[in-house]
């Protein structure tokens, strides 16, 4: 199969995350809630925690050293806002700071581009003491402080801004479902966290073009499709529901200054206080859109299901990477369907006014194993070929879109599944810390190479 071909100047990247990679709670770093939760014992499935993770905090060369030889030019990374600011407003820590102006610096000298995350899900304990994390509404203001310090200190080098990543995710997992921190079920507090963190976005993105006017600002949004699970009208109108809670409740909410109905209508026993302006602040233009893709999803009506009335499959998926029914599951549970990527790029095009797009997330889990050195992945590899022909064609076809971050440059801590999960272009043994760029890492180093030949 030919590489897929993308147009000059097209970003390569990958992705990765603060509390996933870096280790490190050392040098005046606060707790973040990650912090507490993955020490809180039944809360991560095999037990472990991200003390050290990657190791990048200590040392960040050895995985700048991966991305110069995969031959990628852009690099997504997060900034654990407790590291910078120890109680999530207030005192600077200079050294946590230091540390991200030297990562900046050692991408630059190596042409790699930064995207800089602000927030991925790690927000400081204090502030969940405080004031509830993002179901108090104090923290959407701390959240633009803490944005506009990180762009004053940094902003001379670093251009390109992502306030959020997966607000549906934070809010969903971490305050109704339970399985990611602070592991709450309240839905009201769901709710709260929802309209919060666009709240804190929209805040955060007129601070950061304050404070520098030559930045770009976007936020990234995992989308999902999702799909009735039979043809029969109830599962239809829960598919309705699961696609405005997953999908168009940010989208809308971002580009469109409001939140779509019937979904809104359903959660109004739980709903937030929407102030006079913030749908004007959380609707604010932003300068790109990223999108995190990993699969499609099917819904059920579920009438035992409180509040939302429906459930979403769950892949009958064991740990283990499988074909049921004729499809491909990633061991995630996760199916392969590049078709739908193609489709959910080119409905955000028809529907949302074909946004300035990044993907800034997309990847698989499957199980590696070392053999003599070496770790062959020929499913992340079709994969990866499958998806990334998908962008290539919705670009063809008219998508604004520039640049795609693979999920992730090495393997690391996949929150409550610990590291039971491998994402990774890079095997990662996370006792030596060894490194081995899988087979997959050396076909994205090679259709890199492919770009712009035989034009
Ligand atoms: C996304 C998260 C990212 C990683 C991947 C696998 O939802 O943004 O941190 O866990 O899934």
């Known amino acids: 199969m030919p590489y897929p071909h993308f147009p000059p100047n097209f970003l390569f990247g990958t992705a990765t995350a603060a509390f996933q990679i870096e280790g490190g709670l050392t040098d005046g770093k606060g707790k973040s809630i990650w912090d507490v939760y993955t020490h ?12 050290t993770a990657c190791d990048t905090y200590r040392n960040p060369e050895r995985d700048l050293a991966l991305m110069s030889e995969l031959g990628l030019n852009a690099y997504r990374f997060s900034i654990a806002w407790s590291r910078v600011l120890p109680s999530g407003r207030g005192q600077v820590n200079q050294k946590g700071m230091d540390y991200y102006r030297r990562l ?12 800089i995350t602000l927030f991925h899900w790690d927000t400081p304990q204090a502030l969940q003491e405080l004031c509830g994390g ?17 762009v004053k200190a940094l902003g001379d080098r670093a251009k390109n801004w992502i306030t959020l990543n997966e607000p549906l995710e934070h809010c969903l997992f971490g305050y109704l479902l339970g399985d990611l921190a602070p592991g709450h079920h309240n839905p009201w507090e769901y709710a709260r966290a929802a309209h919060h963190q666009l709240l804190g976005h929209g805040l955060a993105l007129e601070r950061i073009r304050a404070a520098s006017p030559d930045s770009r600002v976007g936020l990234t949004l995992s989308v999902t499709p999702m799909f009735p699970a039979t043809s029969h009208p109830k599962d239809i109108a829960a598919a309705k529901i699961a696609d405005q ?10 580009f469109k200054g409001s939140y779509p109905d019937p979904f809104w209508s359903k959660i109004r026993l739980v709903r937030p206080l929407v102030k006079a302006d913030d749908m004007k602040i959380i609707s604010r233009p932003i300068d790109f859109l990223g999108v995190n893709y990993y699969s499609r999803e099917f819904a059920r009506a579920a009438w035992n299901v409180p509040l939302l009335g429906f459930w979403v499959d769950e892949a009958q ?23 739908t990527f193609y489709d959910t790029l080119m409905r955000i095009k028809n529907e949302y006014g074909n946004p300035y797009m990044y993907i800034t997330e997309n990847g698989a889990s499957f199980t590696d194993i070392v053999e003599n050195g070496q770790v062959h992945d020929p499913l992340r590899i079709a994969f990866l070929e499958s998806y990334m022909e998908a962008a290539a ?11 795609y971050f693979i999920w992730s440059l090495m393997d690391n801590f996949e929150w409550k599944q610990g590291f039971s999960k491998r994402f990774g272009l890079v095997y990662a043994d996370h006792v030596t810390q060894q490194r081995i760029v899988k087979d997959s ?15």
């Open 40 to 51: 809180t014992p039944g809360k991560i499935r095999t037990g472990e925690n991200a003390d």
């Open 134 to 150: 993002f179901a108090g509404r104090d923290t959407a203001y701390y959240f633009a402080d803490y944005a506009e310090t990180v």
């Open 317 to 339: 998926v064991n740990d283990r990477e499988q074909v049921i029914n004729g499809r491909q599951y990633t061991n995630f549970g996760r199916e392969v369907h590049a078709p």
């Open 441 to 455: 890492g050396r076909w994205v180093a090679e259709m890199i190479r492919q770009q712009g030949k035989g034009d």
């Open 245 to 254: 809670l997953f999908n168009d409740f940010f989208l809308d909410g971002v």
């Open 104 to 115: 900046v610096d050692m991408l630059l000298e190596r042409n790699i581009t930064p995207f």
């Open 393 to 403: 064609q919705a670009i063809r076809d008219g998508v604004n879109l520039h640049g």
